[in-house]
Antibody, heavy 125, light 108 residues
Framework: QVQLVQSGAEVKKPGASVKVSCKAF????????MHWVRQAPGHGLEWMGV????????HYAQKFQGRVTMTRDTSTSTDFLELSSLRSEDTAVYYC??????????????????WGQGTLVTVSS | SSELTQDPAVSVALGQTVRITCQGD??????ASWYQQKPGQAPVLVIY???IRPSGIPDRFSGSTSGNTASLTITGAQAEDEADYYC???????????FGGGTKLTVL
């Protein structure tokens, strides 16, 4: 079945970088964009960015511009999220989620399904 | 501040109907998608596009859109529906997506 499997938990020191992976199973990897979303403890969902199906381009939330890089390895059906210059406020669960979309009437719709299981990144000195 | 606004908390009596709303200008051209999240779990898609439920989502969940407001309705709420619910839509820049702040649903 369609599934996204993420890498394990990470503990990093302030100023370091972290790279999280998301491996896709059960569908044609190059047919869909992939989003990254994070959730700090006790907080809501925060969209970070999205990478295109071929891995040749990405759009990042303004908040993370300059610190985030999303890449894709189509040979292994794996997406990567790298976040640099980590600070304590980056402590969160990071999720990947597959994008789908359609147009109906005068509106377009996008949805995220499925989601990876999440990767906890802890930033602490 | 979020471009999509949700009430922080809503409660409903067991078996009754509850509506969770999401407001924002981008909803005038975008169908919201809705996600259910239980503690310690990844979000799960419950409604997308006009009013489509993914396989496995009970038919007591439904969605609607009018103007700049999207709504998620649970008809006959069950104890297992107690969770956080988030709406999502493409943002005003066209290259970003936005989540609402989330609504914590309590089933009494």
């Amino acid at each position: 079945q369609v599934q996204l499997v993420q890498s394990g938990a990470e503990v990093k020191k302030p100023g370091a970088s972290v790279k999280v992976s998301c491996k896709a199973f059960g569908y044609t990897f190059t047919s869909n964009w992939m989003h990254w979303v994070r959730q700090a403890p006790g907080h809501g969902l925060e969209w970070m960015g999205v990478i295109n199906p071929t891995g040749t381009g990405a759009h990042y939330a303004q908040k993370f511009q300059g610190r985030v890089t999303m890449t894709r390895d189509t040979s292994t059906s794996t997406d990567f999220l790298e976040l640099s210059s980590l600070r304590s406020e980056d402590t969160a669960v990071y999720y990947c989620a597959r994008d789908s979309s359609m147009v109906e009437g005068d509106r377009s719709g996008w949805w995220f399904d499925p989601w990876g299981q999440g990767t906890l990144v802890t930033v602490s000195s | 501040s979020s471009e999509l606004t949700q009430d922080p908390a809503v409660s409903v009596a067991l078996g009754q109907t509850v509506r969770i709303t999401c407001q924002g200008d981008s909803l005038r051209s975008c169908y919201a998608s809705w996600y259910q999240q239980k503690p310690g779990q990844a979000p799960v898609l419950v409604i997308y596009t006009k009013n489509i439920r993914p396989s496995g989502i009970p038919d007591r969940f439904s969605g609607s859109t009018s103007g700049n407001t999207a709504s998620l309705t649970i008809t006959g709420a069950q104890a297992e529906d107690e969770a956080d619910y988030y709406c999502n839509c493409r943002g005003s820049s066209g290259n970003n997506w936005v989540f609402g702040g989330g609504t914590k649903l309590t089933v009494l």
